[in-house]
């Protein structure tokens, strides 16, 4: 009970925060953050290195591109479309001390460019990464693709494992399903 009261007050918090200044068109999914956990398994199971650049696709608060930046010394762009998580991502980024190595960008998904990306992160919804598939399938040869949870169309992942929160994560869901997919070849 205590995990989905504090997800209801964050979802709350997060509606009546973007209240504030809509962004430029409705989100295309709720915010939903990334758990500390996940966002760990993630960037490990991208075996994410210094030389790497790690778009976020729907940062919020920015969690994964500043855990790159911190913990692996990548440059890391997050991508969103509210500008209020925008605001927030470069709060963290500047209170982590990596806001020479990460950048946040306001963007429409479908619209941002994200060729340079090495590795891409995304929690969104099956039909956002269904949408997102030309783009992704689009990108460099070996560039690696973490989702969490969701497939992305049916693209086969190379790589899919099942990871426990710790239960004292302030969001807490037990379990997180993490995918990865890395770029063949262009035919």
């Known amino acids: 009970m205590r995990s989905f009261s504090g997800f209801l007050i964050a979802v709350l918090l997060s509606a009546s925060l973007a209240l504030a200044q809509p962004p430029a068109r409705k989100p295309d999914v709720p915010y939903v953050p990334t758990t500390e956990t996940a966002v760990k398994a993630m960037l490990e199971l991208a075996q994410v290195k210094s030389s790497d650049v790690v778009y976020d696709l729907g940062c919020g ?3 994964i591109v500043i855990a790159a930046a911190k913990s692996y010394g990548a440059r890391g ?3 969103d479309i509210d500008p209020v998580r925008i ?3 470069k709060k963290n980024a500047q ?3 990596v806001e020479s190595r990460v950048e946040f960008r306001e963007q429409d998904l479908f619209q941002a460019n994200f060729r340079e990306a090495t590795v891409v992160t995304l929690f ?3 039909s956002i990464n269904k949408r997102l598939l030309p783009q992704l399938q689009a990108l460099k040869p070996g560039t690696r693709i973490v989702s969490n949870t969701f497939a992305i169309g049916d693209w ?4 899919e494992i099942v990871v426990k929160d710790d239960p004292n994560d302030y ?4 379990s997180m399903r993490l995918l990865l997919w890395i770029v063949p070849e262009h035919k």
Not at 156 to 159: C, H, L, M, Y
Not at 171 to 174: A, L, P, S, T
């Open 61 to 63: 608060d920015g969690r």
């Open 77 to 79: 762009v997050g991508i």
């Open 87 to 89: 605001r927030e991502a």
């Open 95 to 97: 209170r982590a001390g």
């Open 124 to 126: 969104l919804l099956p």
């Open 156 to 159: 086969k992942p190379v790589r």
């Open 171 to 174: 969001y807490y869901f037990g």
